[in-house]
Structure formats: C-alpha cells, structure tokens
C-alpha cells in the first residue's frame, strides 16, 4: 500500500488524495501506480458511485516528476512514449470510461499531465488561488493527458495553441469563464462545496449518470443522427433502471427518491 494517494471512502464517495506534497503532488511511477489503483477500484466497486479527487498541500499536481527525467544521469534519451503509454493514457482512459460522476477539486497549482488530469474529470471545481499551466512547452515537450483534445474542443485552435505554446498561467477565475472548469470557490470553501457535490452525485441514479457521462462525451464523435440513435439506446437502458422506477413514484408520491444506483 502506497501513501502516494490516500484513499478514503465515505457515502459512495471514492476520495482520492495526490500526496506528494512536497513536490507538489508530481507523479513519479509509485504515484502513478497508487492513483491507476484508486480508479480501478471505483470501476469494479459497486459500493463507489462517485469520486472525488484531490491534492494534498498547496498544489494540485505538478505534472511529471522532472527528478525521475535528468538527463545527466541518463545513458540517453528516455522513450517518453512508453511511458505515456504505461501510464498517462490508461489514467485518462480510466478517467473518461468510468461510469459514474468523478469530481475534481483542484486545490492549488495544477501543471502539465496536473491540468490536463483535472480537465479530463467530469465536473471540476477550482479554488480561486489555483492556477493552470500548460508546462509542456518550456522543457521542449508537447501537451499529453488528452490536453490537446481537451483544450482544442473546449477553447478552439487558438486558445488550445496560445496556452500550450507559451505555457502562461491561467488563472481559475479565467478557466471557469473559459469553460474549461465547472467553476470557481473561495479557497477555504473548496473541499467542504467538492465534498457536498461528490455525495449529492453519489446519492443519485448512478446508472443514469454513467449513460448521461458516455453520451456527452460521445457527442464530440458523432453527428447528429449518431447521437439521436445513441441517445434512443441510452434511454431504453435508462428506463429498464430501478432508479428510473423509483424517480417516477417517489415524484407522483411528492417525496425525495432514494436511488439505489442500479
Ligand atoms: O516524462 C514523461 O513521462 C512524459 C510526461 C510528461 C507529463 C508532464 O507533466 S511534463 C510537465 C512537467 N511539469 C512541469 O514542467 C512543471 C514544473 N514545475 C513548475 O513549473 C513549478 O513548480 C510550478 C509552476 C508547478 C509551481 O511553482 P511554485 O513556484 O509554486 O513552486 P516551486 O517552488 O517551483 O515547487 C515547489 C517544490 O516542488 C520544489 O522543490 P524544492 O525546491 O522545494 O525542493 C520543486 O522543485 C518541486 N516541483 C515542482 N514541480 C515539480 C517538482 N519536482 C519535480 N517535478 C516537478 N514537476
């Protein structure tokens, strides 16, 4: 068991905590490792309807941990492919094919595969002191963790490009009016509004909203006739839920659903 990540469970909620805190949560392969695990449980774990993740101290994740990468103790170039396929791809992969809500709550500073870790879950809040630094460019790297994906549809060339090139921060404010977060808190606010909107989704028709999550995400694919088909079959399998029985009774018997989440 690695401290890494901390990993705590509490009403459906998954809480998964970076902790490298004084590197400012930087993945190293222990990191990596702990946090891949953290997602395969919420995957094979009926009991998680939702997760929520996080970082420990005063950023959110620093991206690659640059101490694991110095070329004066290398033989030679290292094959950053292999490790973007061991270990960037299937995080994000996780991330995105997970059926249920994963909230992020961005702590602090989030640079490199840290901001586009943070874009990549399905609902986002970030403390209004956060920052987001596209850190590639200025170590000679490009955008990895699905950035250029992310940044590109919701920003557009321009945006995506100007962020990634030059590597300027942005500040929380500026990505939430951008759309690339749900929104901003004030800082002291952050865990206790993340916390409260993780178990909200937790409580909810957890089928429902893993469908809900693959339809908005497939849409970026599709055209509109794909999407109108996909949302025919969405439904049909929404409506065979226990959850979608109980919506309907507990809203003709005037009284709050309580959702199983199958
Ligand atoms: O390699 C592959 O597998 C390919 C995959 C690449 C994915 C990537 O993420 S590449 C991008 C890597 N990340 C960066 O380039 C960001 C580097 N960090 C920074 O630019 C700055 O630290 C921040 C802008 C994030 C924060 O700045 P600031 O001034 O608030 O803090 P700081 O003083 O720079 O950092 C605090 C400590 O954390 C410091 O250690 P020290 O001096 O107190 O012992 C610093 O060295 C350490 N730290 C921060 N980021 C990293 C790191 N150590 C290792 N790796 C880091 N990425």
Excluded at 29 to 34: K, N, S, T
Excluded at 69 to 97: C, H, M, Q, W
Excluded at 180 to 206: C, F, N, Q, S, Y
Excluded at 228 to 251: C, I, K, N, P, T
Aim: proline share 4%; glycine share 10%.
């Amino acid at each position: 068991e690695s401290n890494t990540v901390l990993v705590s469970m509490e009403a459906g909620v998954l809480t998964l905590t970076l902790h490298r805190p004084d590197k400012l949560n930087a993945f190293n392969e222990e990191m990596h490792r702990a946090l891949r695990a953290g997602f395969e449980r919420a995957h094979e774990d009926t009991g998680v309807r939702a997760v929520l993740l996080t970082g420990a101290g005063r950023g959110f994740s620093a991206g690659q941990d640059l101490g694991d990468r110095d070329p004066r103790k290398a033989d030679g170039p290292p094959d950053l492919g292999r490790t973007i396929e061991a270990f960037y791809n299937p995080l994000i992969r996780l991330v995105r094919s997970l059926e249920k809500p994963v909230v992020c709550a961005v702590n602090g500073v989030a640079a490199g595969a840290g901001a586009n870790l943070a874009f990549a879950c399905d609902i986002t809040l970030a403390a209004r002191s956060a920052r987001f630094i596209q850190a590639f460019s200025k170590i000679g790297l490009v955008p990895d963790s699905g950035g250029t994906f992310t940044l590109n549809r919701l920003l557009g060339e321009q945006r995506a490009k100007a962020l990634t090139m030059t590597a300027e921060p942005l500040d929380a404010t500026t990505a939430a009016e951008w759309g690339l977060i749900w929104k901003v808190v004030d800082d002291e606010a952050l865990m206790a509004e993340a916390t409260a909107l993780a178990a909200r989704l937790a409580a909810g028709p957890t089928k429902g909203l893993g469908l809900t999550k693959r339809a908005i995400q497939a849409a970026s694919a599709n055209d509109l006739d794909a999407q109108l088909d996909l949302e025919r079959d969405f439904q049909r399998e929404a409506g065979s839920s226990a959850d979608y029985a109980e919506g309907v009774a507990a809203f003709l018997e005037k009284r709050t659903p309580e959702f199983s989440g199958r």
